[in-house]
């Protein structure tokens, strides 16, 4: 997973073709190309709410994956710019609603969540593995019953309803077409960004602390600080996922950030795998899929439980998720197309 | 390169099998039914699922002279899961008639998204909360069943009058529904000149209570409780071992069958607790006890049919019943189909029901009281039925609009 540093600097253009592969250039023109033969349904209600959980398990896979900080209040800080959109712009539940304009809402809400996960980060920085997963669920828990009970600022079990995408460059944005490209686009940004992140000196001094943080103290890393603003990274990328979700839902309440969206969040995560940051979106897909067609297989009384062990299948077979999955899978391959010869 | 040529073919395959599918054949009608499957109220989801099956079952499957195809969606009672299951139901499957939710504020978001779906009607399951339909209505969303005020209709009067209570606190759970349900007792009780001096909520699933039974103040005559299943027996058993001696009042969902088979002392304080709602366990008109007896049949069911499966027989049958009227033909984006639903009126195992100009049913509500049976059992006795309540409780609508949005402060006569 870490690269090796390469010595000598080849042309920039070959260096980003390279990087990127030839793979990912064929699924962004798949991804692109979507919306030609799905319904409404399957571009919002499947791709673009696959997008925004991939963005938020995305920030969890930053944490978790290169950082080794499990952390369950990613939601929270997505839920937290969400909450901000619904005060800052317009809601119909007569609580706030300033009426700002998105290109003033959204980087407020988004600085917010970065700012939000730096707190959370700051308190659970200097703890490891199970402890942090422990601190972080208080903070999703507490926040959850605080929304809940909270009217002034949240407006308590309600929250919030009637938040509109804004209409920019003639265009509704919360029409299917242009919502699947903004979140494609919102995504694509995130998923690069942790790519690049990931390869610069930040990301591989991250993934040194995570493998070693007393040598890399030793180093003269300043262990904490780096965690924290990895923190404040992930919540930007949860906080941008916030606000297409709260755009989605068209609504925002505490019930979108209760522990179940934390846990599912986690799931999502590892089912997709966390060493790669495809794996967050490949995840969300699949659960996103799931958790809209199990009723259609096995009914309305046990499709949880078919979902349940689908994804208890899936860490049976592959404790790295789907992501670990073609790993093994991958040589297999290769020898195959190697004997029946070219 | 393998993959990448596998994963395009996965997608071009899960995108394919994805498109909406087309009705099969004329001479099926798809009904959608939203209820909650998943999460703290899915008991309830599933009884109400039991009441519309009973309705289906009773047209034996047909509506309009087609075949009912029954597409569920579940929810877990957050307004965010209903409405993708809702979305669900009616992009994907088609659907163009839906019968659902079942919670509050379910019913207000669905509401919402009936806005923009003009040509699907919504019917609803049994989601109480006012505003639903009273206030910002959709034209196309109907509710045969009744909301939460219209549930306490005479229990205000009778606590004040006859029990004599002259102040009263409540506790009740933090949401649109109890919030309705106090909105209701309240809006009789001061009104016969009763006050309310502190009010409690708390959030669903509250184990402790400690706190609030302390804020209840020493001197109330009564404390009228709207709180559901587990939270509802929790909150009775601690006040009982707080000390706390004052009678109770119940909402609709309170007084219960596991509240009812309590013992020892708090078996004492249940016996004579009124409650009001929109069915009596004990109500013995022939109409009801054919329905108590259909119910049975349902697989799984309750010794008697809880207010979900009444309120989703109810919706589901008026579905039917205005389906049959326009031969089952929603083809003109469901337009026939929604009149002939608003100009239905027809009994019910609980009286005529018939809607008023929001859609908002008209109906009979039951004013109850918890006795001891002659087997010892407690049971909540049919007081009175108060006849063809209407959604401003009486009240002129102007005057009752004017009382302002059910909430937490609203009403207040301290």
Redesign the interface.
């Known amino acids: 997973m870490t690269l090796a540093i390469e010595t000598p600097r080849k042309s920039r253009v070959d260096t980003l073709l390279g990087d990127i592969g030839i793979g990912q250039v064929l699924l962004a023109v798949a991804l692109l190309l979507y919306p030609a033969i799905a319904s409404d349904f399957f571009l919002t209600q499947i791709g673009g709410y696959s997008l925004i959980w991939g963005m938020i398990a995305l920030s969890l896979m930053m944490l978790a994956g290169y950082g080794g900080m499990v952390s369950l209040a990613q939601i929270t800080v997505a839920g937290l710019a969400g909450y901000m959109v619904a005060i800052f712009g317009e809601n119909n539940s007569n609580v706030h609603g300033f009426g700002w304009p998105w290109w003033v809402v959204v980087p407020i809400a988004v600085f917010v969540a970065g700012i939000a996960s730096a707190l959370i980060g700051a308190i659970s920085a200097r703890t490891d593995g199970i402890y942090t997963i422990m601190i972080t669920l208080a903070i999703a828990t507490a926040m959850y019953y605080f929304t809940q009970q909270n009217y002034a600022l949240f407006n308590g079990f309600p929250g919030f309803t009637g938040i509109r995408a804004p209409d920019f460059l003639g265009i509704y944005w919360r029409d299917p077409m242009p919502f699947y490209y903004l979140c494609l686009g919102v995504a694509v940004v995130a998923y690069a960004a942790v790519l690049y992140c990931a390869r610069s000196t930040f990301g591989l001094a991250l993934q040194a602390l995570r493998d070693n943080p007393r040598r890399m103290r030793a180093l003269g890393f300043h262990v904490t600080q780096h965690k924290i603003v990895t923190y404040f990274y992930a919540g930007l990328i949860a906080g941008l996922a916030g606000v297409l979700l709260v755009w989605f839902n068209g609504r925002i309440s505490p019930g979108t950030i209760g522990v179940g969206a934390a846990i599912n969040v986690l799931i999502i995560a590892v089912i997709g795998g966390m060493r790669h940051p495809i794996g967050p979106f490949l995840g969300a897909l699949v659960v996103v899929l799931m958790q809209t067609f199990a009723i259609d297989i096995v009914g309305a009384e046990r499709f949880n439980t078919l979902i349940g062990l689908f994804f208890l299948a899936i860490v049976f077979i592959s404790p790295d998720g789907l992501l670990g999955l073609w790993g093994k899978l991958k040589p297999h391959l290769r020898q195959e197309s190697l004997r029946s010869g070219p | ?4 040529r596998r ?2 073919l996965a ?2 395959l ?3 099998l ?3 599918s087309l009705a099969l054949a004329e001479d099926t009608i798809k009904l959608g039914i939203l ?1 909650t ?2 999460g703290a109220f899915t008991v309830l989801g ?1 009884d109400g ?1 039991r009441g519309a099956m009973l309705a289906i079952e009773e047209a034996n499957g047909m509506a309009g002279g087609k075949k009912i195809e029954i597409v ?3 929810s ?1 009672a ?4 209903a ?2 299951a809702v ?2 139901l009616v ?2 499957d088609g659907v163009k008639v839906v019968v659902g939710p079942l919670s509050g ?1 379910e019913g ?2 669905v509401k ?1 998204y009936a806005k923009t779906q003009p040509d699907v009607t919504f019917i609803n399951g049994t989601s109480a909360a006012q505003d639903t339909t009273l206030r910002d209505p959709a034209e196309n969303f109907f509710r045969f069943s009744t909301d939460g005020a219209q549930w306490m209709a005479g229990l205000g009067t009778y606590a004040f009058n006859e029990k004599g209570y002259k102040k009263v606190a409540t506790v009740a759970e ?3 529904f109890p919030y309705t349900q106090v909105f209701g007792f309240m809006a009789e009780f001061c009104k016969a000149g009763g006050t309310v001096p502190s009010k409690s909520w708390v ?1 669903i699933g509250n184990k402790d209570y400690s706190s609030v039974i302390a804020a209840i103040p020493d001197d109330v005559d009564a404390i009228y409780v709207a709180l559901g299943g587990a939270d509802g027996v929790n909150f009775l058993t601690q006040y009982q071992q707080a000390g706390g001696e004052a009678p109770l009042i119940g909402g609709s969902i309170t007084v219960d069958q596991t509240v009812l088979s309590s013992k020892g002392k708090m078996r004492d304080v249940v016996i004579g607790t009124p409650s009001a709602g929109p069915i009596a366990d004990t109500n013995d008109t022939p109409e009801w006890l054919a329905f108590v007896e259909a119910y049975k049949k349902q697989p799984d069911a309750f010794p008697s049919p809880s207010l979900f499966a009444h309120g989703y027989y109810i919706n589901t049958k008026a579905a039917i019943l205005a389906l049959d009227e326009v031969g089952g033909d929603v083809s003109d984006g469901g337009k026939k189909f929604r009149e002939a639903l608003s100009k239905l009126s027809f009994d019910t195992p609980t009286g005529k029901v018939s809607l008023d100009k929001n859609r908002n049913a008209v109906a009979d509500m039951y004013l109850t009281e918890v006795s001891e049976g002659a087997d010892g059992n407690l049971y909540n006795k049919l007081v009175k039925v108060v006849s063809q309540v209407n959604q401003t409780l009486g009240i002129p609508e102007e005057e009752f609009l004017a009382l302002g949005a059910v909430s ?1 402060e609203n009403p207040s006569c301290p």
């Open positions: 390169m393998h993959i990448h994963t395009l997608l071009a899960a995108t394919g994805t498109a909406p209820a499957f998943e599933e699922m569920k969606g579940s877990d957050s307004p965010d899961s409405v993708r979305r669900k992009e994907q504020d207000i978001a919402d933090d949401y649109s959030p937490r």
